[in-house]
């Protein structure tokens, strides 16, 4: 199993940036690849950005491309998602997620086996 814990959400002004961490511990971290989904109250739970099989390659929603990106660091055991110009309606509950390498899949939540408790992230117009 891997334990999934994120940080680094909060209040910023539209226009402004964050960059959400995912700490990870338990399972060697590269045994996993990482994702980045949202909640927005009253809405379901939506893909934000995933790494491909291999891990060399990343996908975002049509919403966030251009603007967020997610990176790792295996040596911290540490997913990040960086985002820039943020708009309000980016405003959600922020989770981070580990599927099994071999799993295609990188948008849909059911192929996800491991979540953290969320980070929330609230962008003022």
């Known amino acids: 199993q891997v334990q999934l814990v994120e940080s680094g959400g909060g209040l910023v002004q539209a226009g402004g940036s964050l960059r959400l961490s995912c700490a990870a511990s338990?399972?060697?971290?590269?045994?996993?690849?990482m994702a980045w989904f949202r909640q927005a109250p009253g809405k379901e739970r939506e893909f934000v950005a995933a790494?491909?099989?291999?891990?060399?390659?990343?996908y975002y929603a049509d919403s966030v491309k251009g603007r967020f990106t997610i990176s790792r660091d295996n040596a911290k055991n540490t997913v990040y998602l960086q985002m820039n110009s943020l708009k309000s309606e980016d405003t959600a509950v922020y989770y981070c997620?580990?599927?099994?390498?071999?799993?295609?899949?990188?948008?849909?939540?059911?192929?996800?086996?491991?979540w953290g408790q969320g980070t929330q992230v609230t962008v003022s117009s």
């Open positions: 338990g399972r060697t971290f590269s045994s996993y690849r």
């Open positions: 790494e491909n099989v291999l891990g060399d390659k990343t």
């Open positions: 997620a580990a599927r099994d390498t071999r799993v295609a899949v990188v948008t849909d939540t059911r192929y996800y086996a491991y």
